[in-house]
């Protein structure tokens, strides 16, 4: 019990060293104040996307105002922090496999809905 205690702590250190070499100071600021990255979409002008501090499920704000989640998950298990970094990562890097690969969950909704990360 105390091995796999250990095992996460230092997965959990070994997030939070690579939040702070991948993301910018007014990033990791944003992340702090609002529970939440926001990214521009590099394809779509006017879409941005929401990734929760835990990571899961990305909010995509589209410019009509309509709100869509999606969900992506890796085979294995990873630290939250770690998470976030691979949404960042994939969604400026490969936007398209993103959301071939990405699950919708729940409604799409549209503004003003009340969600907690609109």
Same mark, same amino acid.
């Given at each position: 019990?105390?091995?796999?205690?250990? =095992?996460?702590? $230092? +997965? *959990?250190?070994? +997030?939070? *060293?690579?939040? =702070?070499? #991948?993301?910018? *100071? @007014?990033?990791?600021?944003?992340?702090? &104040?609002?529970?939440?990255?926001?990214?521009?979409?590099?394809?779509?002008?006017?879409? $941005?996307? $929401?990734?929760?501090?835990?990571?899961?499920?990305? *909010? #995509?704000?589209?410019?009509?105002? &309509? #709100?869509?989640?999606?969900?992506?998950?890796?085979? +294995?298990?990873?630290?939250? =922090?770690?998470?976030?970094?691979?949404?960042?990562?994939?969604?400026?890097? +490969?936007?398209?496999?993103?959301? =071939? &690969?990405?699950?919708?969950?729940?409604?799409?909704?549209?503004? @003003?809905?009340? $969600? &907690?990360?609109?």
């Amino acid at each position: 019990m105390l091995r796999g205690w250990l =095992q996460r702590r $230092r +997965a *959990a250190k070994r +997030a939070d *060293a690579l939040v =702070q070499r #991948v993301l910018s *100071a @007014g990033e990791r600021e944003q992340l702090r &104040r609002d529970g939440f990255l926001e990214l521009q979409s590099p394809s779509v002008s006017g879409r $941005r996307y $929401r990734i929760p501090r835990r990571g899961s499920p990305v *909010a #995509v704000l589209e410019p009509t105002g &309509r #709100v869509i989640y999606l969900c992506l998950q890796p085979e +294995a298990p990873v630290p939250p =922090q770690e998470l976030l970094i691979v949404h960042k990562l994939l969604l400026e890097g +490969a936007e398209d496999a993103y959301w =071939q &690969r990405a699950n919708r969950v729940g409604r799409a909704m549209g503004r @003003g809905a009340g $969600r &907690r990360l609109l």
